[in-house]
């Protein structure tokens, strides 16, 4: 125990001695905590928009105008049961109508209209959106001469929506792929920087480190200094870090919530609370900064 104010001394010491080094490495470590703490809730919240939005597709089977009841009712009881298919609502012509009116900004359109153009439909939802394509080439089927061949004579086309599922599909992936990218950046810089500082503290002191050895000083006892340094790097970055965030929540986040934002409001009822995300970051400097010194230790410590 009497050797812990020893270690902690000599790795205060250390920093005081490498000034810049140590401000760069927790300046940087500073950045990539705030970075991943504005980039985590913002992934969280692009991903659960994109969910929403996801859910929300669907397939329209438009239907003959000749279509009688019977026809309308056999057609929905074989559409429920495809594969995949989650739910089915009939949209006669004057709901259709209404919904394309309360759309448009011009209303004089429709209320200019003589007839109804609009046909009578059913609106079908999949379990996955990912299954629409195939529910749709199910559902409208084809001939041995490609020609469509729906599953029941009262469909007359389909409104496909598959464009807009491939389109979210790939903003997330991208989304997903640029995140993880700048995490592995920013992190690696953090090791590199703090490994740095660590670096030129060995070299500074190389000659006290030879002279414990010849003492017969362990090797663990010469690194204790080294690693409660990074630990220092990590903690004050880390602080420093979840500060920030916390100044940004309280005067960005928050306000904008309180207005009804909604991509504010999503990312403020993200599925990782802000105590939490703070206590995962604010651990994650320490190691990493910890790790970091380990690494050079491992390195470039040759005693």
């Known amino acids: 125990m009497s050797r812990i104010p020893f270690f902690f001394s000599e790795a205060f010491r250390a920093l005081r001695r490498n000034g810049a080094p140590t401000l760069a490495a927790v300046i940087t470590t500073v950045v990539t905590v705030v970075l991943l703490g504005v980039l985590i809730p913002v992934f969280q919240t692009a991903q659960a928009k994109s969910d929403e939005v996801r859910s929300e597709l669907n397939i329209h089977f438009a239907l003959y105008d000749d279509s009688s009841n019977a026809e309308i009712a056999q057609t929905k009881e074989k559409l429920e049961a495809v594969p995949g298919v989650s739910s089915v609502v009939f949209i006669s012509k004057q709901e259709a109508l209404a919904t394309l009116k309360s759309e448009l900004q011009d209303k004089s359109i429709v209320e200019e209209l003589h007839t109804n153009p ?8 999949a379990s996955n959106a990912s299954e629409l394509p195939r529910i749709e080439k199910e559902v409208m089927g084809t001939t041995s001469g490609g020609k469509p061949n729906p599953i029941s004579p009262a469909i007359s086309n389909p409104f496909s929506r598959q464009q807009s599922t491939q389109q979210i599909a790939k ?3 991208a989304l997903k792929i640029v995140l993880t990218v700048i995490m592995a950046l920013l992190v690696v810089a953090s090791l590199m920087l703090i490994g740095n500082t660590i670096r030129l503290s060995i070299f500074t002191r190389r000659r006290e480190v030879e002279v414990m050895r010849l003492v017969g000083a362990t090797r663990w006892f010469i690194r204790w200094p080294f690693m409660i340094e990074g630990v220092v790097v990590g903690f004050t970055g880390g602080l420093i870090a979840i500060l920030i965030l916390w100044i940004g929540k309280i005067t960005i986040v928050d306000p904008l919530s309180n207005n009804g934002d909604s991509f504010a409001l999503a990312q403020h ?3 990782i609370s802000f105590p939490v995300l703070v206590a995962i970051l604010f651990g994650a400097a320490i190691l990493v900064s910890t790790i970091g010194s380990g ?9």
């Open 269 to 271: 009822n993200s599925t």
């Open 171 to 173: 903003v997330t992936s």
């Open 118 to 125: 609009l046909p009578a439909s059913f609106e079908v939802k």
């Open 295 to 303: 690494v050079t230790l491992r390195r470039f410590l040759r005693v």
